[in-house]
DNA sequence: GTCTATACTGAGATAGAC
DNA sequence: GTCTATCTCAGTATAGAC
Protein backbone atom coordinates (compact mmCIF):
# COMPACT_ATOMS: atom_id res chain seq x y z
CA UNK A 1 0.00 0.00 0.00
CA UNK A 2 1.28 3.62 -0.94
CA UNK A 3 2.24 5.44 2.47
CA UNK A 4 0.48 8.28 3.93
CA UNK A 5 2.15 11.22 2.30
CA UNK A 6 1.78 10.08 -0.77
CA UNK A 7 -2.06 9.26 -0.50
CA UNK A 8 -2.30 12.73 0.69
CA UNK A 9 -0.78 14.06 -2.19
CA UNK A 10 -2.51 12.34 -4.57
CA UNK A 11 -5.90 13.06 -3.33
CA UNK A 12 -5.26 16.64 -2.98
CA UNK A 13 -3.95 16.66 -6.46
CA UNK A 14 -7.53 15.20 -7.29
CA UNK A 15 -9.93 17.32 -5.27
CA UNK A 16 -7.61 20.55 -5.75
CA UNK A 17 -8.17 19.79 -9.37
CA UNK A 18 -11.85 18.75 -9.47
CA UNK A 19 -12.83 21.63 -6.74
CA UNK A 20 -10.27 24.31 -6.75
CA UNK A 21 -8.04 25.17 -3.64
CA UNK A 22 -10.85 26.88 -1.97
CA UNK A 23 -13.58 25.05 -2.30
CA UNK A 24 -11.48 21.51 -0.88
CA UNK A 25 -11.09 21.10 2.66
CA UNK A 26 -8.68 19.02 4.47
CA UNK A 27 -11.36 16.87 5.97
CA UNK A 28 -12.30 15.99 2.35
CA UNK A 29 -9.11 15.45 1.62
CA UNK A 30 -8.43 13.04 4.60
CA UNK A 31 -11.90 10.80 4.17
CA UNK A 32 -10.75 10.13 0.50
CA UNK A 33 -7.82 9.05 1.77
CA UNK A 34 -8.15 7.47 4.87
CA UNK A 35 -5.87 9.17 6.75
CA UNK A 36 -6.46 11.23 9.47
CA UNK A 37 -6.33 14.62 9.66
CA UNK A 38 -3.66 15.67 11.70
CA UNK A 39 -1.78 13.71 9.62
CA UNK A 40 -1.73 16.19 6.67
CA UNK A 41 -0.09 19.02 9.53
CA UNK A 42 2.25 16.17 10.26
CA UNK A 43 3.61 15.75 7.07
CA UNK A 44 3.05 18.76 5.19
CA UNK A 45 2.34 21.33 8.20
CA UNK A 46 -0.41 23.13 6.47
CA UNK A 47 -2.78 23.23 3.56
CA UNK A 48 -1.48 26.20 1.67
CA UNK A 49 2.24 24.40 2.10
CA UNK A 50 0.32 20.78 0.94
CA UNK A 51 -0.89 23.01 -2.69
CA UNK A 52 3.09 24.14 -2.94
CA UNK A 53 3.82 20.73 -3.24
CA UNK A 54 0.83 19.53 -5.64
CA UNK A 55 1.60 22.40 -7.86
CA UNK A 56 5.46 21.57 -8.02
CA UNK A 57 4.84 18.23 -8.51
CA UNK A 58 2.44 18.81 -11.56
CA UNK A 59 4.64 21.92 -12.77
CA UNK A 60 7.93 19.79 -12.92
CA UNK A 61 7.10 17.78 -15.48
CA UNK A 62 6.03 20.72 -17.79
CA UNK A 63 8.90 22.27 -17.10
CA UNK A 64 11.38 19.19 -18.32
CA UNK A 65 8.91 19.45 -21.58
CA UNK A 66 9.74 23.16 -21.98
CA UNK A 67 13.55 23.15 -21.10
CA UNK A 68 13.44 19.82 -23.79
CA UNK A 69 12.27 21.66 -26.39
CA UNK A 70 14.48 24.81 -25.93
CA UNK A 71 17.35 22.72 -26.33
CA UNK A 72 16.20 20.92 -29.49
CA UNK A 73 15.46 24.18 -30.91
CA UNK A 74 18.60 25.85 -29.54
CA UNK A 75 20.23 22.94 -31.59
CA UNK A 76 18.61 23.40 -34.85
CA UNK A 77 19.60 27.20 -34.73
CA UNK A 78 23.02 26.31 -34.52
CA UNK A 79 25.11 29.58 -33.23
CA UNK A 80 22.36 31.93 -34.47
CA UNK A 81 19.21 33.06 -32.16
CA UNK A 82 15.76 30.00 -32.57
CA UNK A 83 12.73 31.97 -34.21
CA UNK A 84 10.63 33.71 -32.13
CA UNK A 85 7.36 31.60 -32.95
CA UNK A 86 9.43 28.40 -31.64
CA UNK A 87 10.64 29.54 -28.97
CA UNK A 88 7.32 30.94 -27.85
CA UNK A 89 5.74 27.32 -29.09
CA UNK A 90 7.97 25.37 -26.57
CA UNK A 91 7.40 27.76 -23.92
CA UNK A 92 3.33 27.58 -23.97
CA UNK A 93 2.59 24.23 -25.42
CA UNK A 94 3.69 21.90 -22.62
CA UNK A 95 1.05 24.08 -20.46
CA UNK A 96 -1.65 24.43 -23.05
CA UNK A 97 -1.57 21.06 -23.53
CA UNK A 98 -2.29 20.26 -19.56
CA UNK A 99 -5.86 22.46 -19.89
CA UNK A 100 -7.12 19.65 -22.51
CA UNK A 101 -5.48 16.85 -19.83
CA UNK A 102 -7.22 18.47 -16.75
CA UNK A 103 -8.91 22.15 -16.77
CA UNK A 104 -9.48 22.50 -13.74
CA UNK A 105 -6.32 21.70 -12.64
CA UNK A 106 -5.08 24.30 -14.86
CA UNK A 107 -7.34 26.57 -14.11
CA UNK A 108 -5.61 26.42 -10.59
CA UNK A 109 -1.87 27.27 -12.18
CA UNK A 110 -3.46 30.20 -13.97
CA UNK A 111 -5.52 31.32 -11.08
CA UNK A 112 -2.07 30.99 -8.39
CA UNK A 113 -0.30 33.11 -10.81
CA UNK A 114 -3.11 35.59 -11.46
CA UNK A 115 -3.36 35.34 -7.27
CA UNK A 116 0.09 36.41 -6.48
CA UNK A 117 0.66 33.59 -4.37
CA UNK A 118 3.18 31.68 -6.25
CA UNK A 119 5.21 30.90 -3.08
CA UNK A 120 8.55 31.22 -2.99
CA UNK A 121 8.90 27.68 -2.34
CA UNK A 122 7.61 26.98 -6.46
CA UNK A 123 8.87 30.29 -7.56
CA UNK A 124 12.31 29.16 -7.12
CA UNK A 125 11.43 25.75 -9.47
CA UNK A 126 10.43 28.27 -12.29
CA UNK A 127 13.70 29.94 -12.08
CA UNK A 128 15.73 27.76 -14.33
CA UNK A 129 13.22 27.58 -16.83
CA UNK A 130 12.71 31.71 -16.55
CA UNK A 131 16.58 32.38 -17.05
CA UNK A 132 16.47 30.08 -20.03
CA UNK A 133 13.71 31.62 -22.01
CA UNK A 134 14.77 35.12 -21.22
CA UNK A 135 18.01 34.56 -22.28
CA UNK A 136 16.78 32.97 -25.80
CA UNK A 137 14.16 35.72 -25.85
CA UNK A 138 16.87 38.50 -25.66
CA UNK A 139 18.50 36.98 -28.45
CA UNK A 140 15.27 37.02 -30.85
CA UNK A 141 15.06 40.22 -30.17
CA UNK A 142 17.80 42.40 -30.21
CA UNK A 143 15.98 45.60 -30.36
CA UNK A 144 14.73 45.17 -26.87
CA UNK A 145 16.81 46.74 -23.79
CA UNK A 146 16.57 43.98 -20.86
CA UNK A 147 13.82 45.98 -19.15
CA UNK A 148 11.63 46.41 -21.97
CA UNK A 149 12.08 42.66 -22.17
CA UNK A 150 11.19 41.52 -18.61
CA UNK A 151 8.56 43.77 -19.09
CA UNK A 152 6.78 42.39 -22.26
CA UNK A 153 7.51 38.94 -20.78
CA UNK A 154 5.51 40.06 -18.00
CA UNK A 155 2.77 40.74 -19.73
CA UNK A 156 3.22 37.47 -22.23
CA UNK A 157 2.84 35.33 -18.69
CA UNK A 158 -0.51 37.33 -17.84
CA UNK A 159 -2.07 36.23 -21.51
CA UNK A 160 -0.76 32.93 -20.84
CA UNK A 161 -2.51 32.51 -17.19
CA UNK A 162 -5.33 34.15 -18.16
CA UNK A 163 -6.16 31.83 -20.86
CA UNK A 164 -5.47 28.88 -18.54
CA UNK A 165 -8.02 30.07 -16.67
CA UNK A 166 -10.98 30.97 -18.31
CA UNK A 167 -11.82 31.09 -22.22
CA UNK A 168 -13.25 33.86 -24.60
CA UNK A 169 -16.89 33.77 -23.90
CA UNK A 170 -18.26 31.57 -26.96
CA UNK A 171 -15.76 28.94 -26.61
CA UNK A 172 -16.38 25.46 -24.93
CA UNK A 173 -13.96 22.91 -24.48
CA UNK A 174 -10.43 22.94 -25.56
CA UNK A 175 -9.36 19.42 -27.37
CA UNK A 176 -7.35 18.43 -30.12
CA UNK A 177 -7.69 20.59 -32.73
CA UNK A 178 -9.29 23.05 -30.98
CA UNK A 179 -6.33 23.55 -28.46
CA UNK A 180 -3.66 23.33 -31.15
CA UNK A 181 -4.91 26.71 -32.75
CA UNK A 182 -5.57 28.57 -29.40
CA UNK A 183 -2.40 27.74 -29.11
CA UNK A 184 -1.52 29.31 -31.91
CA UNK A 185 -3.33 32.45 -31.59
CA UNK A 186 -1.81 32.88 -28.78
CA UNK A 187 1.63 31.99 -29.76
CA UNK A 188 0.76 34.92 -33.14
CA UNK A 189 -0.64 37.71 -30.29
CA UNK A 190 2.72 37.51 -28.24
CA UNK A 191 5.01 37.37 -30.99
CA UNK A 192 3.46 40.45 -32.12
CA UNK A 193 3.54 41.90 -29.10
CA UNK A 194 7.17 41.27 -28.48
CA UNK A 195 8.27 42.16 -32.24
CA UNK A 196 6.85 45.86 -31.66
CA UNK A 197 9.39 49.10 -31.51
CA UNK A 198 10.75 49.66 -28.36
CA UNK A 199 8.96 52.21 -26.00
CA UNK A 200 12.01 52.93 -24.14
CA UNK A 201 14.43 54.01 -27.04
CA UNK A 202 16.68 56.78 -25.89
CA UNK A 203 14.20 59.77 -27.64
CA UNK A 204 11.76 58.86 -25.83
CA UNK A 205 13.82 57.72 -22.44
CA UNK A 206 14.77 61.60 -22.67
CA UNK A 207 11.64 63.41 -23.08
CA UNK A 208 9.48 61.38 -19.89
CA UNK A 209 12.88 61.06 -17.17
CA UNK B 1 -23.29 59.92 11.03
CA UNK B 2 -23.44 57.81 7.84
CA UNK B 3 -25.86 54.66 8.12
CA UNK B 4 -25.02 51.26 8.66
CA UNK B 5 -25.34 50.47 5.09
CA UNK B 6 -22.68 52.71 3.73
CA UNK B 7 -20.09 52.60 7.01
CA UNK B 8 -20.21 48.73 6.39
CA UNK B 9 -19.57 48.87 1.97
CA UNK B 10 -16.65 51.64 3.42
CA UNK B 11 -15.07 49.63 5.85
CA UNK B 12 -14.80 46.55 3.63
CA UNK B 13 -13.40 48.53 1.16
CA UNK B 14 -10.62 49.47 3.01
CA UNK B 15 -10.11 46.04 4.47
CA UNK B 16 -10.60 44.21 1.27
CA UNK B 17 -8.19 46.67 -0.46
CA UNK B 18 -5.47 45.86 2.36
CA UNK B 19 -5.68 42.82 2.95
CA UNK B 20 -7.16 41.05 0.16
CA UNK B 21 -10.89 39.21 0.30
CA UNK B 22 -10.05 35.79 1.93
CA UNK B 23 -7.72 37.24 4.59
CA UNK B 24 -10.45 39.68 5.94
CA UNK B 25 -13.02 38.46 8.04
CA UNK B 26 -17.00 40.02 8.24
CA UNK B 27 -15.80 40.03 12.36
CA UNK B 28 -13.13 42.01 11.30
CA UNK B 29 -15.16 44.66 9.21
CA UNK B 30 -17.85 45.03 11.82
CA UNK B 31 -15.61 45.65 14.77
CA UNK B 32 -13.91 48.53 12.78
CA UNK B 33 -17.02 49.44 11.46
CA UNK B 34 -18.84 49.61 14.78
CA UNK B 35 -21.96 47.24 13.56
CA UNK B 36 -23.09 44.31 14.40
CA UNK B 37 -22.30 40.93 12.49
CA UNK B 38 -26.11 40.34 11.68
CA UNK B 39 -26.38 43.66 9.87
CA UNK B 40 -24.19 42.71 7.16
CA UNK B 41 -25.87 39.85 5.88
CA UNK B 42 -29.03 41.76 6.00
CA UNK B 43 -27.69 44.86 4.05
CA UNK B 44 -25.94 42.22 1.74
CA UNK B 45 -26.64 38.67 2.05
CA UNK B 46 -23.18 37.65 1.97
CA UNK B 47 -19.92 38.03 2.04
CA UNK B 48 -19.34 37.55 -1.85
CA UNK B 49 -21.98 39.94 -2.54
CA UNK B 50 -20.75 42.31 -0.07
CA UNK B 51 -17.40 42.23 -2.65
CA UNK B 52 -19.17 43.11 -5.68
CA UNK B 53 -21.01 46.15 -4.47
CA UNK B 54 -17.24 47.39 -2.96
CA UNK B 55 -16.23 46.12 -6.38
CA UNK B 56 -18.46 48.03 -8.43
CA UNK B 57 -18.71 50.82 -6.92
CA UNK B 58 -14.79 51.61 -7.61
CA UNK B 59 -15.21 50.11 -11.28
CA UNK B 60 -17.84 52.35 -12.03
CA UNK B 61 -16.13 55.67 -12.06
CA UNK B 62 -13.38 53.74 -14.18
CA UNK B 63 -15.95 52.50 -16.60
CA UNK B 64 -17.24 56.28 -17.07
CA UNK B 65 -13.73 57.37 -17.80
CA UNK B 66 -13.27 54.82 -20.43
CA UNK B 67 -16.41 55.52 -21.86
CA UNK B 68 -15.93 59.21 -21.94
CA UNK B 69 -12.26 58.83 -23.42
CA UNK B 70 -13.79 56.54 -26.21
CA UNK B 71 -16.24 58.96 -26.87
CA UNK B 72 -13.90 61.99 -27.33
CA UNK B 73 -11.80 59.68 -29.47
CA UNK B 74 -15.18 58.73 -32.21
CA UNK B 75 -15.94 62.34 -32.19
CA UNK B 76 -12.20 63.06 -32.97
CA UNK B 77 -11.79 60.45 -35.96
CA UNK B 78 -14.86 61.53 -37.38
CA UNK B 79 -16.49 58.83 -39.50
CA UNK B 80 -13.76 57.11 -39.76
CA UNK B 81 -11.84 53.93 -37.61
CA UNK B 82 -9.83 55.46 -34.21
CA UNK B 83 -6.33 54.63 -33.79
CA UNK B 84 -5.74 51.15 -32.32
CA UNK B 85 -3.29 52.94 -29.78
CA UNK B 86 -5.70 55.46 -28.86
CA UNK B 87 -8.61 53.08 -28.28
CA UNK B 88 -5.84 50.69 -26.40
CA UNK B 89 -4.97 53.90 -23.72
CA UNK B 90 -8.88 55.21 -23.16
CA UNK B 91 -9.22 51.65 -21.97
CA UNK B 92 -6.07 50.81 -20.30
CA UNK B 93 -4.90 53.95 -18.55
CA UNK B 94 -8.50 54.45 -16.04
CA UNK B 95 -7.71 51.48 -15.00
CA UNK B 96 -4.11 51.27 -14.10
CA UNK B 97 -3.89 55.22 -12.96
CA UNK B 98 -5.71 53.29 -9.94
CA UNK B 99 -2.49 51.34 -9.05
CA UNK B 100 -0.91 54.36 -8.15
CA UNK B 101 -4.26 55.61 -6.26
CA UNK B 102 -4.29 52.06 -4.27
CA UNK B 103 -2.06 49.59 -4.85
CA UNK B 104 -3.86 47.16 -3.04
CA UNK B 105 -7.56 47.37 -4.11
CA UNK B 106 -5.98 47.81 -7.63
CA UNK B 107 -4.06 44.30 -6.91
CA UNK B 108 -7.58 43.05 -5.74
CA UNK B 109 -9.29 43.60 -8.87
CA UNK B 110 -6.18 42.19 -10.86
CA UNK B 111 -7.05 39.22 -8.89
CA UNK B 112 -10.54 38.87 -9.59
CA UNK B 113 -10.33 38.86 -13.12
CA UNK B 114 -7.69 36.25 -12.67
CA UNK B 115 -9.40 33.90 -9.94
CA UNK B 116 -12.59 33.91 -12.27
CA UNK B 117 -14.45 34.82 -9.55
CA UNK B 118 -15.94 37.82 -11.26
CA UNK B 119 -19.57 37.66 -10.67
CA UNK B 120 -22.39 37.81 -12.69
CA UNK B 121 -23.27 41.38 -10.89
CA UNK B 122 -20.24 42.92 -11.50
CA UNK B 123 -19.54 40.82 -15.10
CA UNK B 124 -23.45 43.17 -15.96
CA UNK B 125 -21.45 46.19 -15.23
CA UNK B 126 -19.08 45.64 -17.72
CA UNK B 127 -20.88 44.74 -20.18
CA UNK B 128 -21.40 48.03 -22.31
CA UNK B 129 -17.45 48.96 -21.56
CA UNK B 130 -16.77 45.64 -23.20
CA UNK B 131 -19.53 46.17 -26.28
CA UNK B 132 -17.98 49.38 -27.11
CA UNK B 133 -14.54 48.93 -26.96
CA UNK B 134 -14.81 45.85 -29.00
CA UNK B 135 -16.49 47.30 -31.83
CA UNK B 136 -14.04 50.04 -32.16
CA UNK B 137 -11.30 47.43 -32.16
CA UNK B 138 -12.94 45.63 -34.77
CA UNK B 139 -12.93 48.79 -37.01
CA UNK B 140 -9.66 49.28 -36.43
CA UNK B 141 -8.54 46.03 -37.17
CA UNK B 142 -10.72 44.78 -40.54
CA UNK B 143 -8.36 42.04 -40.69
CA UNK B 144 -9.45 40.15 -37.82
CA UNK B 145 -12.64 38.01 -37.72
CA UNK B 146 -15.01 37.84 -34.83
CA UNK B 147 -13.77 34.70 -32.90
CA UNK B 148 -9.95 35.51 -33.47
CA UNK B 149 -11.07 39.04 -32.57
CA UNK B 150 -12.45 38.29 -29.38
CA UNK B 151 -9.14 35.38 -28.41
CA UNK B 152 -6.95 38.99 -28.65
CA UNK B 153 -9.35 40.70 -26.35
CA UNK B 154 -8.69 37.78 -24.12
CA UNK B 155 -5.03 38.33 -24.03
CA UNK B 156 -5.42 41.95 -23.72
CA UNK B 157 -7.24 41.35 -20.46
CA UNK B 158 -5.22 38.98 -18.89
CA UNK B 159 -1.87 41.25 -19.99
CA UNK B 160 -3.64 43.81 -18.08
CA UNK B 161 -4.62 41.76 -15.27
CA UNK B 162 -1.43 40.30 -14.16
CA UNK B 163 0.22 43.94 -14.62
CA UNK B 164 -2.97 44.96 -12.12
CA UNK B 165 -2.06 42.49 -9.67
CA UNK B 166 1.74 42.30 -9.99
CA UNK B 167 4.98 44.07 -11.24
CA UNK B 168 7.62 42.57 -13.01
CA UNK B 169 10.95 41.56 -10.84
CA UNK B 170 13.17 44.78 -10.16
CA UNK B 171 10.80 46.94 -10.40
CA UNK B 172 9.19 49.23 -7.34
CA UNK B 173 6.33 51.77 -7.06
CA UNK B 174 4.70 52.68 -10.37
CA UNK B 175 3.98 56.12 -10.08
CA UNK B 176 3.71 59.43 -11.97
CA UNK B 177 6.19 59.07 -14.76
CA UNK B 178 6.80 55.35 -14.18
CA UNK B 179 3.24 54.24 -14.33
CA UNK B 180 2.80 56.52 -17.85
CA UNK B 181 5.77 54.89 -19.26
CA UNK B 182 4.35 51.08 -17.75
CA UNK B 183 1.34 52.05 -19.71
CA UNK B 184 2.65 52.83 -22.66
CA UNK B 185 4.72 49.45 -22.90
CA UNK B 186 1.83 47.43 -22.00
CA UNK B 187 -0.19 49.44 -25.08
CA UNK B 188 2.85 49.11 -27.03
CA UNK B 189 2.57 45.68 -26.09
CA UNK B 190 -0.82 44.71 -27.32
CA UNK B 191 -1.50 46.65 -30.17
CA UNK B 192 1.97 44.79 -31.44
CA UNK B 193 -0.17 41.30 -30.91
CA UNK B 194 -3.37 42.87 -32.30
CA UNK B 195 -1.78 44.04 -35.46
CA UNK B 196 -0.46 40.70 -35.97
CA UNK B 197 -1.49 38.51 -39.09
CA UNK B 198 -4.55 36.93 -38.56
CA UNK B 199 -4.00 32.88 -37.38
CA UNK B 200 -7.19 31.87 -38.45
CA UNK B 201 -7.31 33.13 -42.67
CA UNK B 202 -9.73 31.06 -44.33
CA UNK B 203 -7.19 28.37 -45.83
CA UNK B 204 -6.57 27.72 -42.20
CA UNK B 205 -10.28 27.68 -41.35
CA UNK B 206 -10.92 24.88 -43.95
CA UNK B 207 -8.27 22.96 -43.39
CA UNK B 208 -8.92 22.51 -39.77
CA UNK B 209 -12.66 23.44 -39.58
C1' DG C 1 -37.75 48.20 8.14
C1' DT C 2 -33.39 48.08 11.02
C1' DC C 3 -30.69 46.23 14.03
C1' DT C 4 -28.96 43.16 18.19
C1' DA C 5 -27.86 38.94 20.57
C1' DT C 6 -26.88 34.49 20.16
C1' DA C 7 -26.55 29.93 18.33
C1' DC C 8 -25.08 26.68 14.50
C1' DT C 9 -21.98 24.35 11.38
C1' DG C 10 -17.70 23.64 9.46
C1' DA C 11 -13.03 25.17 8.72
C1' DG C 12 -7.70 24.79 9.86
C1' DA C 13 -4.58 24.06 13.53
C1' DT C 14 -2.45 21.85 17.73
C1' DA C 15 -1.20 19.17 22.15
C1' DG C 16 -0.35 15.09 23.91
C1' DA C 17 -1.18 9.97 24.38
C1' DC C 18 0.16 5.84 22.12
C1' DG D 1 4.42 8.25 12.80
C1' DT D 2 -0.22 8.21 13.91
C1' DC D 3 -4.54 9.19 16.27
C1' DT D 4 -8.01 11.35 19.52
C1' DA D 5 -9.67 15.26 21.40
C1' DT D 6 -9.99 19.92 21.49
C1' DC D 7 -9.22 24.95 20.30
C1' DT D 8 -10.12 29.06 17.80
C1' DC D 9 -12.11 31.31 14.20
C1' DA D 10 -14.67 31.60 10.09
C1' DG D 11 -19.43 32.48 7.50
C1' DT D 12 -24.19 31.90 8.14
C1' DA D 13 -29.04 31.71 10.15
C1' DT D 14 -32.70 33.09 13.11
C1' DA D 15 -35.54 35.03 16.91
C1' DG D 16 -36.95 38.94 18.57
C1' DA D 17 -36.21 44.06 20.32
C1' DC D 18 -36.97 48.70 18.64
Redesign the pocket.
Known amino acids: MI???TRILDTAERLFGDQGYGA?????IITEAG?????????Y????ELLDQVVMRKADPVNRERLEALDRLEAAAGGGPAPIEAILEAFLAPALTRVAANPEFSKLMGRMLGEGLMPSLARKHFRTVANRFTTALARALPHLSAVELRWRTHFLIGAMAHMLCSKPEGNSALEGVELQRATRRLVTFVSGGLRAPAADDPKTEVKLG
Open positions: DTKTSLRQVNLAAIHYHGSKE
